[in-house]
């Protein structure tokens, strides 16, 4: 079983499997060579990327991320105005200082390699890391796969799904699930809402501290809300790209004359879209972000949940935290039974995934029937079967961008018409999530995080400052 805080994980920008997930990795490495008592004696290390961690490594920061990790930094507490900092450091002068403690020689050209053709057999997110000592002997080394919203596993380990859930510790929970059919059975049975049944289950991991489990689910909300907060006042450029940030002059066209709300019955719509690029531009800057379920996504949920408390009259924390959980349970959904991914199923997992859950969560906060929850999170992954990942550049910009702000006005659209509906529909929760990632393994490569196919071929016949997305 996975939780709330599997699922919601803080990091940086601007890719939760290509930042934050190699960045834990190079982590997880220091503590397994702490584990076997051969820290000290490290005297070199080389990494070697593979398939989408190759191909749009430089794009992602996983370069960056992963040099991060081994000198000790966490994606959840490094400050993102320090990260470009330390790295370019490394860079300059060619030292690593190990867990922050150990100083090694670390050339970044010759130590770091990244091997654009190949991709290791387990997943296309997948990278090496190898500590020598003294004498060039090679004393411990490791693969890693970066299986998406900055979840880690060895290759040793990814065939064992109890390995993949990101908690350091397995606990059992009183009502666990595998599937939407079990988990409203449970709900039923029990007489629980969905987001009660999570909460339960989150308590029961947290030795039963119901206050140390709100806490947590009303940091994930303040994170977000700070994401947003600092988008709308962002301006300037994106990096690498040169793009402009729209999101601060949107927000003062909106502001400047908010009457005109009265007249336009969708202008709505364009605050929803604006609380979703001001994320996503955050995180284009590898800004502090919340995987929602992914970086590439992280802009739909925080974007719904704004809608929620700034234009349904009836808001409350409570509220709040029955979205977090309720969205947390059907990305749990996705990620055991499917992927969120988009190197293995494509964008349909990412910001499909994104949609379905804020669909779902939104549903559940505005009074629906599980059977309309369950209604909303299909109707919002269903529209998203088939979606590519071909990011111009290898950049989470274009489409990323736009594209979140789109899937959050189709959660609220998906909520609508499954409360409009009584619950009942031709196409279970379950069989959309099988038939996405059924359909991801179908994508060709060239659709799934390589930049080399769909959109991201026109970053080769034109500079991307020049394209208009």
């Not at 959050?408 to 499954?418: D, E, N, Q, W, Y």
Request: with cysteine.
């Amino acid at each position: 079983m996975l939780s709330i805080f599997d699922i919601f994980k803080t990091g940086i920008g601007p890719s939760s499997s290509h930042t934050v997930g190699p960045m834990w990795a190079g982590h997880r490495f220091l503590n397994e060579l702490e584990e076997k008592g051969i820290l000290s004696s490290i005297a070199s290390i080389r990494v070697g990327l593979y398939g989408s961690l190759a191909l749009t490594g430089v794009g992602h920061g996983t370069d960056k991320a992963t040099l991060l990790g081994l000198a000790g930094y966490r994606p959840d507490t490094i400050e993102p105005d320090d990260a470009d900092r330390i790295f370019e450091t490394i860079r300059a002068e060619k030292k690593l200082k190990l867990a922050g403690k150990f100083d090694i020689d670390f050339d970044y050209d010759s130590h770091l390699v990244f091997h654009n053709g190949e991709t290791l057999p387990e997943h296309p997110n997948g990278m090496r890391i190898f500590a020598s000592d003294k004498n060039g002997v090679v004393v411990y080394y490791k693969s890693y796969l970066s299986v998406g919203g900055g979840f880690v596993v060895s290759a040793d380990e990814f065939n064992q799904p109890e390995a993949a859930n990101g908690s350091d510790e397995i606990s059992p929970v009183p009502y666990p699930f595998r599937s939407a059919e079990e988990l409203l059975n449970l709900c039923h049975d029990h007489g629980l809402t969905i987001a009660q049944l999570v909460v339960e289950n989150e308590i029961a991991r947290h030795d039963g501290n119901a206050e140390l489990v709100n806490e947590k689910i009303d940091n994930i909300w303040e994170v977000m809300h700070a994401c947003i907060e600092r988008g709308l006042r962002m301006e300037g450029t994106l990096p690498v790209s040169g793009l402009k940030r729209r999101s601060a002059d949107m927000h003062k066209k909106l502001t400047v004359n908010p009457e005109a709300m009265l007249m336009d019955h969708f202008a709505i719509m364009d605050w929803v879209t604006l609380f979703a690029m001001a994320v996503n531009e955050e995180n284009a800057c590898g800004g502090r972000v919340v995987t929602a379920p992914t970086n590439g996504a992280a802009g739909v949920i925080p974007a719904t949940l704004a809608y929620y408390t700034r234009f349904i009259s009836r808001n409350n924390q409570q509220g709040v935290r029955d979205f977090i959980a309720t969205a947390a349970a059907i990305g749990a959904l996705i990620k055991m039974n499917a992927s969120i991914s988009g190197a293995e199923a494509g964008c349909q997992a990412e910001v499909g995934s994104a949609c379905s859950m804020a669909a779902a969560a939104l549903a559940a906060v505005q009074g629906a029937t599980m059977e309309q929850v369950e209604n909303a999170a299909e109707i919002g992954m269903e529209h998203h079967l088939g979606m590519t990942c071909d990011p111009i550049a290898g950049l989470v910009q274009i489409p990323c961008i736009e594209r979140n702000g789109m899937a959050a006005i189709k959660a609220i659209t998906a909520s609508r018409l499954a409360m409009r509906g009584d619950g009942e529909h031709a196409v279970s929760l379950d069989s959309c999530i099988e038939t996405m990632y059924r359909t991801g393994l179908d994508l060709q490569a060239k659709y799934r995080e390589t930049s080399l196919g769909g959109l991201a071929i026109y970053a080769k016949a034109q500079p991307i400052k020049m394209m208009v997305s």
